[in-house]
């Protein structure tokens, strides 16, 4: 018993020597060393509290090792530490997921989508956090959130898109990707590409109606002009697609 003891003490001395190398405790976690790699990362963030990188490593691997309610404290720590910093409730209602806490979890994730900044820098990380955890619903609602806080400052109607089409909603993915076309953040090559993968053909003509719906009131948007006839071409319906050319 005396042995084990001072082999543990021994290893465990040798990793805090370690641990002002924070690689040594990335290849454990690489590894699946989780022990090793949490004795390392919690001796860096107690050394660094405020460095974030040190923060989500440390509860990672308090996560890995199934210690939720030593994660769940550490993010209350943290935001009473950052209460404005909205992903950290995020990272919150994820853990309380883990213990199948949805209802809590659901209230967490309001708190982070009501504290959104209007900053472009968080909105892009607070959604990117939900789409990582396929919570779809969430992400579209801080970036709906995000076109309204920043006032035509920044526009997310591509990513709308793109959550739209994750969702099989196809409608909604097309609205987004006009949007996106007339809001200028994404070019009509980007968008006929797109389309060549996730438009089904039985949706072409509806697409159609929509680009007709803008053109009675931009009837000299050449951009508009060329993806309709984009479509006609699609469907082999090369009389119009020669017609819109005209």
């Given at each position: 018993m005396k042995l084990k003891?001072?082999?543990?003490?021994?290893?465990?001395?040798?990793?805090?020597?370690?641990?002002?190398?924070?690689?040594?405790?990335?290849?454990?976690?690489?590894?699946?060393?989780?022990?090793?790699?949490?004795?390392?990362?919690?001796?860096?963030?107690?050394?660094?509290?405020?460095?974030?990188y040190y923060f989500k490593n440390y509860l990672n691997c308090l996560q890995a090792l199934n210690k939720n309610d030593e994660?769940?404290?550490?993010?209350?720590?943290?935001?009473?530490?950052?209460?404005?910093?909205?992903?950290?409730?995020?990272?919150?209602?994820?853990?309380?997921?883990?213990?199948?806490?949805?209802?809590?979890?659901?209230?967490?994730?309001?708190?982070?989508?009501?504290?959104?900044?209007?900053d472009v820098i968080f909105v892009y990380k607070l959604a990117t956090g939900f789409i990582d955890n396929a919570h779809y619903d969430e992400a579209i609602e801080v970036y709906e959130k995000g076109e309204k806080i920043m006032k035509g400052i920044s526009h997310f109607n591509y990513q709308l898109a793109d959550l739209y089409r994750r969702k099989g909603n196809i409608n909604q993915m097309l609205n987004y990707y006009l949007l996106a076309l007339e809001d200028g953040s994404v070019n009509q090559m980007s968008i006929q590409n797109l389309l060549q993968v996730y438009l089904p053909k039985d949706k072409i003509q509806e697409f159609q109606t929509m680009i007709f719906t803008r053109l009675e009131k931009k009837a000299d948007d050449i951009i508009l002009v060329e993806l309709l006839q984009w479509t006609y071409i699609q469907n082999k319906d090369f009389t119009n697609a020669l017609r819109q050319s005209k």
């Open positions: 003891f001072v082999l543990f003490f021994t290893v465990f001395g040798s990793l805090l020597l370690k641990a002002q190398d924070p690689r040594l405790a990335i290849q454990y976690y690489a590894d699946g060393e989780y022990e090793k790699s949490l004795i390392l990362f919690q001796q860096l963030y107690q050394k660094s509290p405020s460095d974030d994660a769940e404290a550490l993010i209350k720590k943290e935001i009473q530490n950052r209460p404005k910093d909205c992903s950290l409730y995020l990272l919150y209602g994820n853990t309380l997921l883990k213990t199948n806490q949805r209802e809590k979890a659901e209230k967490q994730f309001k708190i982070a989508i009501d504290k959104l900044p209007p």
